[in-house]
């Protein structure tokens, strides 16, 4: 059995928005719309559960009730943070199988980099998708001094991160821990050393900002022809 749970917490405030940025249209619909349509289009029978604060879900019905949205999935309140709100979300995971955990504002998901991820947790128990640093890195100093640093060994996140049902729901068995930074952080403090690296895609951002929104708006165009 597969599983995603798409994490939709965020708010609007880089977008100077009072809408949270999940809820911003991206070629005329939603940005958390276009998440869920990716992995449904991946696997139509893979299980989706999507996280939200308690005090967006009406409003989230409202917005598929307007936009006539009804791609089948379990709706989940959030917690007090990402890990609380991953917590919750796995507490819909009922048989064994493989769990990916996605950002909701990372709508350009590809079937391909979603497949690889997939692949790798079956063989290796987890795996996370990653890109290669194109610029250059400096470290920053207590004194206001800078070093380089050499890029080649960093690699940039992202999502979805997929594990084992068993082995992410014993990582989520512990207390959260204010250096969590993502799912995969979680894991290691429980499994150390074990994380296993997949290719991601670059397409694949984290929508953050309005800059973020045009370029998501041309890729998207790109691939359905309208350049």
């Known amino acids: 059995m597969k599983y995603i749970i798409i994490v939709a917490g965020g708010k609007g405030n880089r977008f100077k928005s009072e809408i949270p940025k999940q809820f911003i249209e991206l070629q005329?619909?939603?940005i958390l719309m276009h998440t869920i349509r990716a992995f449904y289009q991946y696997d139509k029978n893979i299980?989706?559960?999507v996280v939200?604060?308690?005090e967006q879900i009406e409003y989230w019905k409202n917005t598929c009730q307007k936009y006539n949205f009804f791609t089948e999935y379990q709706l989940v309140k959030?917690?007090?943070s990402r890990f609380h709100s991953v917590k919750n979300g796995l507490a819909c995971v009922k048989t064994g199988g493989l769990v990916g955990i996605h950002d909701g504002v990372r709508p350009l998901i590809d079937n391909e980099t979603i497949k690889r991820c997939f692949e790798m947790a079956e063989k290796e128990g987890n795996s996370i998708p990653v890109?290669?640093?194109?610029?250059s890195m400096r470290q920053i100093n207590p004194d206001g001094t800078s070093l380089?640093?050499?890029r080649s060994k960093y690699r940039l996140i992202q999502t979805p991160q997929v594990f084992k049902t068993e082995l992410i729901l014993k990582?989520?068995?512990q207390e959260y821990q204010s250096s969590f930074t993502d799912d995969a952080s979680v894991f290691e403090t429980i499994f150390p050393r074990s994380i296993k690296l997949v290719y991601g895609n670059?397409?694949?951002i984290k929508i953050t900002t309005p800059e973020d929104l045009v370029y998501a708006e041309a890729i998207l165009k790109s691939r359905d022809g309208s350049f």
Do not use: C
């Open 28 to 30: 005329n619909l939603p």
């Open 47 to 49: 299980e989706i559960i």
């Open 52 to 54: 939200l604060p308690e």
């Open 78 to 80: 959030g917690g007090e």
């Open 131 to 135: 890109v290669d640093l194109v610029d």
């Open 148 to 150: 380089m640093v050499d």
């Open 171 to 173: 990582a989520f068995d």
């Open 202 to 204: 670059r397409q694949n």
